[in-house]
């Protein structure tokens, strides 16, 4: 079974763009979560999603925003780009969502803003 | 959220059993404890979780203590693929989302 998949896996942009992420869950995976790591804050959650709704949100400011596909595709966007927004974003899919249930990251992509 | 503490770091020699302990005082009654790990340049892995009862899989042991306040990570044999960051993390139901909250975490460095 193909793991989760994050594209780009790469990712340059310039402040004051936006960008858009998008994560592939692992076939029959309905859950998907997202973070970021930064070497300074290490990793944090951003969002959770299933079956197309938000089940929560991080400390994020209103500029990152995702959502979910009925296929349990997942994308997050970023807008007005800051610096500061450099970082791995990783995206993690779960069979169902529920504490008993472990999460299966995917590779991240690595966001550099200029 | 509920607060895991780990040593910051661990050596260990290959081919040799390593624990990773984890200190979770304030743990609740109905929190899993997750273990992941992160090795250089990748994602985070899950390795294992489990409630009240240890646990095993292919990867590892859990070793869950009677009061639940601590746990102890077992790799039976570590490897140089074991060197990584190991987070234990304590998932938690919080209105509708068990969202997993990584603290800092532990270097596990294995020597040949």
């Known amino acids: 079974k193909a793991g989760v998949t994050q594209t780009p896996r790469y990712l340059i942009k310039t402040r004051g763009q936006q960008v858009t992420l998008s994560c592939s869950p692992i076939?029959?995976?309905?859950?998907v979560s997202w973070y970021q790591q930064t070497p300074g804050q290490g990793l944090q959650f951003l969002f959770e999603?299933?079956?197309?709704?938000?089940?929560n949100k991080g400390n994020f400011p209103g500029r990152f925003s995702g959502r979910q596909f009925s296929n349990s595709r997942s994308e997050m966007n970023v807008s007005t780009l800051e610096l500061g927004d450099s970082a791995l974003y990783l995206c993690?899919?779960?069979?169902?969502?529920?504490?008993?249930?472990?999460?299966?990251f995917g590779p991240g992509t690595r966001l550099t803003v200029t | 959220d509920a607060k895991t503490t780990q040593p910051n770091s661990m050596e260990s020699n290959e081919e040799e059993p390593v624990h990773l302990p984890c200190n979770h005082s304030?743990?609740?009654?109905?929190?899993?404890i997750h273990w992941y790990r992160q090795l250089p340049s990748q994602g985070p892995e899950y390795v294992i979780h489990g409630l009240t009862s240890n646990v095993n899989n292919r990867m590892a042991s859990l070793a869950i203590a009677e009061d639940r306040k601590s746990s102890t990570l077992i790799l039976h044999r570590a490897t140089l693929r074991d060197a990584a960051v190991y987070y234990c993390i304590l998932r938690a139901y919080q209105g509708g989302s068990e969202k997993l909250v990584f603290g800092k975490g532990m270097k596990l460095t294995v020597n040949p």
């Open positions: 993690a899919s779960s069979l169902y969502l529920g504490q008993n249930y472990e999460q299966y």
């Open positions: 304030t743990i609740s009654g109905t929190d899993y």
């Open positions: 076939s029959g995976h309905r859950s």
């Open positions: 999603y299933f079956s197309e709704t938000q089940r």
